[in-house]
């Protein structure tokens, strides 16, 4: 059993789907301080041949606020302006219509809660690719413990011998003596992100959403690329 832990990211890139693609149990540690300017609250995506933010906007209640615990600003009609522009910018891309099916969720949630509204972005998206662990949260298991022991406590929870870590993680858990502190195996993985085609983009502009690798490859090609699969395409080919 391989176990992920992962904090809930807006629209996150596609090598958070390639971590969940890859566990038995994926759980979203959403009860830690949501830091400022975060994946948590934006992401990027590719406008006019650059990387441009999108983000949500909150309602500021503290500075030690869990991420669980965040309001999104809902008066500012973000969500609709949001979809706007995603329509907009990714008009003439050849799967603009599968990815705003994809996207369109947002519009139509309840959820004020940051929290709750990636969660149920990423496990949609996870749904339509195919991509199916066990979610958890961890708000809701009840596991205290500093930031490696909580890490190790989870994956006993779940019964899992195997702790999945991007390998960026890999300097804060060899200074905590992760390997040391527990017989769970940890394996760290790197995701090496694909060229794939942009729409009139001639220069590659890798780590965005996985929002652009749907309207450009749609959910089966992005499903592909996400999990690291060869998506037969030539390396820096545009569409006219």
Known sequence: M???????????????????SQA??????????????????RNCILLNGKAAWISVPLIHMGSEQKICEVEVFDQSLWRIKLLRKLAQTYARHPFCDVMLDGVNLLGGM??????????????DFCNRFGIQPRFARSSRLGISGDRT????????????????SPAGSADYLAQDRF?????????????????????????????????????NLGWDGAARYVRGETIGTEPGKTYP
């Open 2 to 20: 391989k176990c992920v832990i992962m904090q809930p990211t807006f629209l996150p890139w596609a090598g958070y789907f390639y971590l969940a």
């Open 24 to 41: 038995d149990v994926f759980v979203f540690l959403d009860d830690v301080q949501l830091e400022k300017q975060s994946w948590q609250t």
């Open 110 to 123: 309840s959820e004020t809660h940051l929290a709750d509204i990636n969660i149920l972005l990423i496990t």
């Open 149 to 164: 022991d909580r890490l190790i406590r989870i994956c006993e929870h779940f019964g899992c011998q195997e702790y999945l």
């Open 179 to 215: 390997t040391e502190r527990t017989n769970i195996r940890l394996s760290l993985r790197k995701y090496e992100a694909q060229v794939y085609p942009q729409y009139r983009s001639n220069t590659f502009i890798s780590h965005l959403s996985v929002i652009d690798v749907i309207a």
